[in-house]
């Protein structure tokens, strides 16, 4: 990715569709009898992977613009270790879902971004206690259940994890009896998913709580579009280039109240923005102050929103800190932010910026999605011309970035993925 920073951006934009959504539906599908259709998909690599991760199951699917139809009825069973399992961490949603249906799964271990340890075992904890069998054998996760199906229990989490609760409750929605899930993730895109799986006749209740409660039924069946959440991590960030360099610009299709703590944040900053029903408007900004920000699981401060906000630190007065407490070595944008002059570091987990008056372009890596929308922005942000190799890991998270960033008056291209 080529930018050519400096100019300031207006306009509108328009944010498509939750990523952390859709690779938690795209998987659940299959546990539909009849065909299923999203509204709102995001245009993104993630979309790719997972299509082909159906099509090697015999599920097929297509897409017309933000519209995709998947039809799961002819599905074979398959064990899924190729690369592309490796390729993105969701495809571990997988392990529920085939376990749920087809009562045994062969997964890969899942790959995704480097941003620190990401631990499958509590996965490994609730599929045991539905009565599930797991081992491992030549680097994949081998998951049976018994003879008599999974029955529900009491699972109860040591620490919150989005992707063990979204796989609790794709492996139990067809267990027999009730599990309740303690200690649950409360994220929107964990409504989104109990949302479509209950108008497929599921039976969830409590999803966006710390206590999800689900009874479970024989079959699913799909019979309406689902439309898929906003995605509040590319709110976000257009926020945020708003900030940095808008001269007015308006994100449409948001939901405000996912991003409730990030808002009250950027107006610390003093970032100034009217905020609507389903849309923010953010004026250009005159002066910004840091803050200390200190990630933590729905409602808090989103640590897929760390890094994109250091970027709009290196323009405020005094010291900004940043403590990522969900992971702390999510730090791989900093030694490519410190070459285009940008002052900020670590120092024992904790991430220190300071106003960088001086920030030129240069050749940098983008090693994981967030990290790269980190380096777009500073781009933007920056004199000269900014290189982003690897830029593929944004298009992998990024709805349409350049067609969206071309029309808001940025000058950047595509010239790697």
Not at 187 to 198: H, M
Request: with cysteine.
């Amino acid at each position: 990715m080529d930018i050519r920073g400096g100019k300031p951006l207006t306009g509108s934009v328009n944010i498509g569709g939750a990523k952390n959504s859709t690779v938690a539906l795209i998987p659940a599908s299959i546990l539909s009898q009849t065909s299923v259709v999203f509204d709102g998909v995001p245009q993104i690599k993630d979309v790719d992977n997972l299509r082909s991760i159906l099509q090697d199951m015999n599920v097929s699917s297509s897409i017309d613009e933000s519209v995709l139809r998947i039809d799961p009825s002819k599905i074979e069973p398959i064990p899924l270790t190729s690369g592309k399992i490796q390729s993105l961490r969701a495809s571990y949603y997988f392990m529920g879902a085939l376990l749920s249906r087809f009562g045994e799964a062969i997964v890969s271990f899942p790959g995704g971004d480097d941003i620190g340890p990401r631990p499958i075992d509590q996965h490994i904890h609730g599929f045991e206690a539905l009565g599930a069998h797991v081992s491992f054998k030549n680097e994949c996760i081998h998951i049976k259940a018994p003879k008599e199906g999974l029955v529900g229990t009491v699972i109860k989490f040591k620490f919150i994890s989005v992707g063990a609760t979204i796989n609790m409750i794709l492996a139990s929605v067809l267990a027999k009896g009730q599990t309740t899930i303690e200690n649950a993730a409360r994220e929107p895109e964990i409504i989104d998913l109990a949302t479509f799986l209950n108008n497929m006749g599921a039976k969830i209740r409590g999803a966006g709580t710390s206590q999800i409660r689900i009874d479970g039924v024989k079959e699913l069946r799909a019979s309406n579009t689902h439309t898929i959440i906003p995605d509040r991590i590319e709110a976000g960030t257009y926020i945020i280039i708003a900030a940095a360099i808008g001269n007015g610009i308006m994100i449409k299709n948001v939901i405000p109240e996912h991003l409730d703590l990030f808002l009250g944040k950027l107006e610390e900053m003093g970032v100034n923005m009217v905020i609507g029903e389903d849309s923010i408007y953010v004026y250009p900004t005159e002066r910004l102050v840091n803050v200390e920000i200190k990630t933590s699981p729905f409602p808090g401060f989103a640590t897929d929103l760390q890094q994109p906000i250091s970027a709009l630190m290196l323009l405020g007065d005094n010291e900004g800190i940043i403590k990522d407490t969900i992971y702390p070595k999510r730090i791989r944008h900093i030694s490519e932010l410190q070459k285009m002059n940008a002052k900020i570091w670590c120092d024992h987990n904790v991430i220190h910026v300071l106003k960088s008056n001086n920030l030129r372009g240069t050749d940098v890596t983008a090693d994981e999605i967030r990290a790269g929308a980190s380096l777009m922005i500073t781009g933007l942000m920056a004199s000269g011309e900014t290189r982003i190799h690897d830029a593929g890991n944004i298009l992998r998270g990024y709805d349409q970035v350049i067609y969206k960033l071309r029309n808001l008056g940025a000058d950047v291209e595509i010239i790697d993925k």
